[in-house]
């Protein structure tokens, strides 16, 4: 599975671990802006019991071309927009999914977990169910176990549903929010900004879904 | 376009030339067991006009499960099989055509290039035609671009020809393969065995295009 650190993908993690998944999590240290990301998913791959996790190191920024890899390019703090989001990576899910699919395949395992969420968030075209199943489509195709017979799934367990829906599907697992990480400018101790699209997607998730939201903001701290 | 250091790739770096694109070259270091190959892949880049060449690190011999990752499976010697091969490294292409994508959608260039061949080697499932059209579908799904109309297209255009054929063909364009390496353990100065699957089929390639073969062989050296 894809373990970003965020809310969505530790969801995911809880959710195929309860239908008796052994779950292998995979992190990409893609050059992010910030590694509170990664941070928070070592704490989450740990706590909700992956039986292995593993960050592999790719330099996306080099090619640039997003706000969460180039300075130059501003996180947006204005609210949610329609349209591809500034903070869309070029073809990051796809690279993330191959690697995933590389260690599924040494692994002899057949199912991929991947958070993608297409409700709250559809501007990312990498989040949409077309582009799941073109995904797992390839996956058959491209290994040796697909031609042998031995079929990949791709899971998308949470793409259909609503922010505030996730949160509750989590919570019920026992999923502890407080330590994952959304915000796309958290700083160094993983404490949000409020203000960008992610943080506010999820603070209206755990508002709509009544439950308390445990994220820890920057301008809230006591400095 | 991936560029391998192999006799295929740069046989495709000078077609896609030839047609007038500016040609951006990507190697993947992914943990090999030589490193000749890339030595290959910087001199082809360079000999043959490509306007960049990057070369990025990502470690797929962690997960194993290939000859070509992994020194506690042998390379074959026994020629050819049919079937796939043990020198299939788990979803390698997927990797490295995903990060290509990511590359040219931050371009801005519309075109992949990948040296895919499916006639004197059609054990590796990521080769066949119907690999690239579901890479390609993939690509349109995944990427800003392709949701905003500007197609990604996956140029293969070596995929049905001969190793003969292939050879002829970069002959032609002025290719010196000579500086190219094909075989999976050749040595550190890019010396081929002469015994593994690449170099039995190059080497029958070259017979077959009636061409002098530039090979450098570890046995024939001067010692």
Redesign the interface.
Known sequence: MLLSGGLDSATVLAMGRAQGFAMHALSLDYGQRHSAELQAARRVAAALGAVAH?I?????S?????ALTDPAIAVPEIGVQTG?PST????????M???A???????GAQHLFYGANAVDYSGY??C?P??VE??E???N????A???GRAMHVHAPIIALRKAEIIRTGHDLGVDYAMTVSCYQADDQGRACGRCDACRIRAQGFADAGLPDPTRYRSAGTA
């Open positions: 593993e592999v190191h790719l330099d996306l080099r090619f640039g071309g997003s591809i869309y990576v070029p073809a990051r899910n796809t690279v999914l191959s690697v699919l590389s260690w599924a395949e040494a692994l075209p990498d949409r077309a582009y073109a995904f489509r390839l996956a195709l491209a290994t040796k697909g031609v042998e």
